[in-house]
């Protein structure tokens, strides 16, 4: 189709990886995808998050190494710009947090967690977390990963901090059982000083000796990086086809289920469900052009317009939810009321989860999930692993994203602009269930998920 | 310090005076100290001055090995805990110390004089972090305050007093709505520390929390403790100030340090561990409420009207520091 034709081209994901296959060199192509980002012609979380770990795995398979904290001081400030671009699109952030609990896991697996951890101490890591919003311009923003997540961990890395450790010198040792940390921590500012000179793997000369953690040190942690970040493209890859093998243990015979528009995710759980079981479907529509868009393709089964060709080809393959027997209604918002008291069960999508359950969802999602509550009715959200974000956040500021006025309404622009807000943020306590590629997830598991899936201790503030 | 070098071996049941750690190593005021550090700096909250006390006990003692010690501390986090009538607070900082030693009794038990030295002044580090926390918090919870809210506050909290005055310093405008706190007047003291920093503040009457709730965006207080079910324990009427903000959906916040996290399960007001005696039928000579001098009743919060905790290790929901206590529990 269109891809194979050398005519202008809106660079969409498909582009932004061909260009990876082809021209990739490493700061152009950070600075193409910020382009890209911030013009918006990869946007969503499952394309920021694809285009972001694609990036970083070439990435760092271009990176010459020399030691962890250097790695993750490039990676880190990468990830910053990266995340600058577009703040509101969390995915890309999310990447980035990702990789750097990868390189986490890889160096405490090789014994090094006291490197990275030193790594992250020295303040290289704080800029990542900068947020954000144009909204807060105002705000002196800064984190403090430099300060004790919690006190009983002090005990296992007491001396987070360049200062601290040189106001009390005397506690190095006490500070951490291996008495070589001091040793460990001179080689780290000598390889990273060294690192424009030395390539790939050429020691430092200085601070080696008796310390058994100087070969550590050097020891190229990348290729088992670099397959992990395979390894979570492959998860981001298989992502929709996870969640919809979750189907059966959500739908049920003969129930009434309500979405609302028919989001990717949300259509193939239900085509999943309808090989199985037979359910009557209400899809919710409203006036924003996304939703009707997405539902009416979805319940004619034709391609949606942005879509790559792979996914073309699966669309006219695949039977319509009405030909696999399922009973599909299609309503407008205001009859949400009438309809309600006779739903099973609610699902819709989040396009970002916080850690305290909270999420961003397209505009709407809050109205369905309010009246859904009003009737008592269980709500499932469907979101998948790149969704889960590191972070909590006081509100909505900040997070909301604009479009452009409404064409189908007749206003005229230069008296009148409607605001069009595309997303919502949406308050804990409004979900049964996430559905996830990683398995259902209780709302109160959902901060220990993203604890566990970042390789973190704690979450940001938004 | 009042440290008698004279061994006395009573154990510590048969001593007279409560507060004093008798051990064999020697004895200690350790109630006597906890109290001078809490009237020098009154801005030391009282997590940290357990937890300088039990550095200065391991000072003062003169243990030579390490169960020596680490049963010194136990003593001395019981006694402390005993002589003070709300321990709640206290209790986390003292657990916090033992778990700290606890842990860092297994690292280096060669050398028991270097050991001692560099666990005190890592009781230094540990408080002076835990100082630290509280500008964290203050610069997380300058967030919360976005577009000229207005805040409503009872009682007297430290954190909460970093949080409004470092959004002041920034150049938030904003106005708050004070409760007087009476019988001990704490708001009192916040209307006037907030009215001095250049802040428009309203003092109203401890009755009417819910008549003023409406013209406020948020509720933020303070916590003694923060325990396991992220209830809180606070200043008696911050339940009131809950429910209220409940009733007309107006986030509730707590500004606290993780410090004042307390491994500790009780299932209602009636089961935290402070006694007092709110509730008296016919008492002898009494006409009005019960008197609160020598302590300060508190009260109990229920996780389910609070919103979010604002931490220095940032905003944590009634879940998260749930399971961050746990966590640190396990851990331990």
Redesign the interface.
Same mark, same amino acid.
């Given at each position: 189709m269109t891809s194979q034709m050398v005519t202008l081209r809106t660079p969409d994901l498909q582009w932004w990886l061909d260009h990876l296959d082809t021209a990739f060199a490493p700061d152009v192509s950070v600075d193409l995808l910020i382009g890209v980002l911030k013009r918006r012609s990869v946007k969503g979380p499952d394309a920021a998050a694809v285009a972001t770990a694609q990036l970083f795995l070439r990435l760092i398979y271009a990176h010459p190494f020399s030691s962890i904290g250097d790695l993750v001081e490039h990676i880190s400030s990468i990830g910053t710009s990266l995340s600058k671009a577009v703040p509101r699109e969390l995915a890309v952030r999310n990447m980035a947090r990702r990789v750097i609990g990868i390189i986490r896991e890889e160096a405490e697996n090789n014994g090094m967690g006291d490197l990275f951890q030193a790594a992250l101490e020295t303040g290289i890591f704080i800029p990542l977390l900068l947020p954000i919003a144009q909204y807060?311009d105002? &705000?002196? &923003?800064?984190f403090?990963l430099s300060?004790?997540?919690?006190?009983?961990?002090?005990?296992r890395a007491?001396m987070k901090s360049a200062d /601290?450790r040189a106001q @009390?010198p $005397?506690?190095s040792?006490?500070?951490s059982?291996s008495s070589s940390v001091t040793g460990v921590f001179e080689i780290l500012s000598a390889a990273s000083s060294s690192r424009g000179s030395s390539a790939a793997s050429t020691p430092p000369s200085t601070g080696i000796g008796k310390a058994s953690q100087a070969q550590a040190v050097q020891y190229d942690i990348r290729p088992a990086v670099i397959q992990d970040i395979q390894e979570l493209l492959e998860e981001l890859d298989s992502c929709e086809h996870n969640i919809s093998e979750l189907a059966t243990q959500v739908i049920y015979k003969n129930e009434v289920i309500l979405t609302y528009g028919l989001p990717p995710s949300v259509h193939k759980l239900l085509l999943r469900a309808a090989q199985k079981r037979e359910f009557t479907l209400i899809v919710v529509v409203d006036e924003i052009a996304d939703i009707n868009k997405q539902a009416s393709a979805a319940v004619m089964n034709r391609p949606m317009g942005g879509e790559e060709v792979g996914g073309d080809q699966e669309t006219a393959a695949r039977k319509s939810l009405q030909d696999r027997g399922i009973h599909v209604m299609v309503i407008m918002y205001h009859d949400l009321e009438n309809l309600m008291p006779r739903v099973n069960k609610v699902i819709v999508a989040a396009r970002y989860v916080f850690? +305290?359950?909270g999420m961003v969802a397209v505009t709407g999602t809050a109205g369905v999930l309010m009246a859904a509550k009003e009737y008592r009715k269980l709500v499932y959200t469907v979101a998948g692993s790149h969704m889960f974000c590191p972070? /909590?956040?006081? $509100?909505p500021?900040g997070l909301l994203e604009r479009g452009p006025p409404d064409t189908t309404l007749p206003y005229n622009p230069e008296r009148c602009r409607p605001a069009t807000i595309l997303s919502e943020y949406i308050k804990?306590g409004s979900v049964d269930c996430f559905i996830t590629n990683n398995g259902l997830i209780a709302?109160?598991c959902v901060?220990?998920t993203i604890i566990e899936m970042y390789h973190t201790t704690?979450? +940001?503030?938004f | 310090m009042s440290r008698q070098t004279i061994p006395n071996p009573s154990d510590k049941h048969s001593g007279s005076k409560p507060g004093i750690v008798y051990s064999e190593m020697g004895e200690f005021d350790i109630l006597g100290h906890y109290s001078r550090l809490l009237e020098e700096d009154p801005s030391k909250s009282m997590p940290i001055a357990a937890i300088e006390s039990l550095c200065a006990l391991c000072d003062g003692i003169e243990a030579n090995t390490i169960h020596e010690l680490l049963s010194t501390i136990q003593i001395g986090s019981d006694t402390l805990k005993e002589a003070v009538p709300n321990a709640i607070s206290l209790t986390a900082g003292c657990d916090?110390f033992t778990?700290?030693i606890t842990?860092?009794s297994h690292?280096?038990p060669r050398d028991f004089d270097?050991?001692k030295?560099? @666990?005190q002044?890592?009781g230094h @580090?540990?408080a002076q972090?835990?100082r630290?926390?509280r500008s964290?918090v203050a610069?997380?919870g @300058?967030?919360?305050v976005?577009n000229n809210p207005v805040i409503f506050v009872h009682g007297y909290s430290r954190c909460v007093m970093a949080v409004l005055l470092n959004a002041r310093e920034?150049?938030r405008q904003f106005k708050v709505i004070c409760t007087e706190t009476r019988p001990s007047c704490q708001g009192l003291r916040t209307a006037k520390e907030l009215r001095a920093a250049g802040i428009s503040v309203a003092v109203i009457d401890d009755n009417a929390v819910t008549y003023a709730m409406n013209k406020a965006t948020f509720a933020l207080v303070g916590a003694e403790g923060t325990l396991t079910d992220a209830s809180i324990i606070n200043v008696m009427g911050t339940q009131n100030v809950a429910l209220a903000a409940r009733n007309i959906d107006r986030p509730f916040y707590v500004a606290t340090e993780?410090?004042k996290f307390v491994d500790m399960f009780p299932v209602d007001q009636y089961m935290i561990p402070v006694k007092q005696n709110v509730i008296v039928f016919d008492p002898e000579g009494v006409e009005g409420a019960m008197s609160q001098e020598g302590l300060a009743f508190v009260d109990y919060v229920d996780p389910k009207y609070i919103t979010?905790f604002v931490t220095? &290790? $940032?905003?944590?929901?009634p879940?998260?520091v749930g399971?961050?206590i746990i966590t640190?529990r396990l851990?331990?």
């Open positions: 807060l105002s &705000i002196v &923003i800064s403090h300060f004790l997540e919690e006190f009983p961990q002090v005990s007491p /601290t @009390l $005397g506690h040792s006490f500070a059982p850690a +305290d359950a972070m /909590t956040t006081f $509100g500021y804990n709302p109160n901060n220990r704690q979450c +940001d503030l | 916090l778990k700290f842990r860092h690292d280096d270097t050991f030295r560099k @666990l002044s890592n @580090l540990f972090r835990a630290k926390a964290i610069e997380n @300058l967030k919360m976005m920034e150049g993780t410090h979010s220095e &290790i $940032g905003l944590m929901s879940t998260m399971d961050k640190t851990e331990g």
